[in-house]
Nanobody, 125 residues
Framework: VQLQASGGGLVQPGGSLRLSCTAS????????IGWFRQAPGKEREGVSCISSMNDDSTYVVESLKGRFTVSRDNAKNTVYLQMNSLKPEDTAVYYCATDRIYGSTCPPAGRYNFWGQGTQVTVSS
C-alpha cells in the first residue's frame, strides 16, 4: 500500500508542470487527496485538495488560485496538480496525502495521516 507523487522536475519561470498522485494497493477514488509542499528551510504548507469522488469539490490555497488546479481521473486512479506560470518561489518538494476516510471531503491539514513520497519541483532559469 503506497502513495506516490511524481512529475516534478526542473522548469523555467513561467513554465508548467503536472504532478500526479498515484496509489498502489488501494483506490483513490473515494478519498480526499491533498497536495502539500515544503521548500528548503520552510515549513510544509498546504497547496490544494480534492474531495472524494462522492463530492469532487476542490480547494486551492488563495495565493495559488489562478495558477494551480487539482483534478482526478478515476479510471486511472490518479489525482493531478496542474501548475502553470511557475515562479522560483514555487520551488519545493511536493507531496500528496490522504486521511484515508472513505467519502471524505477535504479535511483540515492535521488530519492527513498517509503520505506519499514527494517529488522535487525546481523553478529556475
Amino acid at each position: 500500500v503506497q502513495l506516490q507523487a511524481s512529475g516534478g522536475g526542473l522548469v523555467q519561470p513561467g513554465g508548467s508542470l503536472r504532478l500526479s498522485c498515484t496509489a498502489s494497493g488501494f483506490s483513490l477514488n473515494h478519498l480526499a487527496i491533498g497536495w502539500f509542499r515544503q521548500a528548503p528551510g520552510k515549513e510544509r504548507e498546504g497547496v490544494s485538495c480534492i474531495s472524494s469522488m462522492n463530492d469532487d469539490s476542490t480547494y486551492v490555497v488563495e495565493s495559488l488560485k489562478g495558477r494551480f488546479t487539482v483534478s482526478r481521473d478515476n479510471a486511472k486512479n490518479t489525482v493531478y496538480l496542474q501548475m502553470n506560470s511557475l515562479k522560483p518561489e514555487d520551488t519545493a518538494v511536493y507531496y500528496c496525502a490522504t486521511d484515508r476516510i472513505y467519502g471524505s471531503t477535504c479535511p483540515p491539514a492535521g488530519r492527513y495521516n498517509f503520505w506519499g513520497q514527494g517529488t522535487q519541483v525546481t523553478v529556475s532559469s
